[in-house]
């Protein structure tokens, strides 16, 4: 009895079941898990980008380093900047800023509120404070300002002109003083917003 190669192969070594097969199933590709990683690596940079931004916005930090805000802030006092604000809309009277003064690059910055706006007329007499022939009131408690400086006469702001004051009044170096001046949108790093810690 004659046998076929095949056979006798099968015989002595059996039929492997885990032997070559050139015609093995490829594997499916999951498309649901790939969907999957895709949106959550997706999110994850959503919300990375998203931290960054809010970061740059609003966590840039400057410290009162003087005692010209007070009482509203104290000398070494952590303040958080929104320098998105005026990218939005105009400084207004009131306003409290950080900005480089004399565009100093060199210099810190310095916290003032502002008092005066782009065309208006400055005038101090008898500690008071005049905005175009107007007394400017107050929204907090202020000491009479003994020293008026270059606004003992009236100054008129030209355009892109800020005047900013320290809150303690007589304690402060500010636009009354040639070192400071008037202070220009492009000096003004932003608007405070918060003193940190909270």
Known sequence: MFFSIKEIFNKKFGKRK???NFRRRRRKFDFDKAKYVGIFALQLAAVILLAYGIVLAFGKQVECSNASMEP???TSD???INTVAYKLSKPSTGDVIAFK???NVNASYSVKRIIGLPGDTIYINNGR???NDELYKENLEVERIENPGIAASPVELME???F???DNRNSSEDSRYESVGFVASEDIL???WMRYPF
């Open 160 to 162: 892109d002109q800020y």
């Open 18 to 20: 885990d032997g070559l």
């Open 190 to 192: 932003g608007k405070v």
């Open 101 to 103: 003064p004399k565009s």
């Open 129 to 131: 404070i005049y905005i």
């Open 78 to 80: 952590k303040l958080l």
């Open 164 to 166: 900013v004051l320290g």
């Open 72 to 74: 509203t802030y104290q």
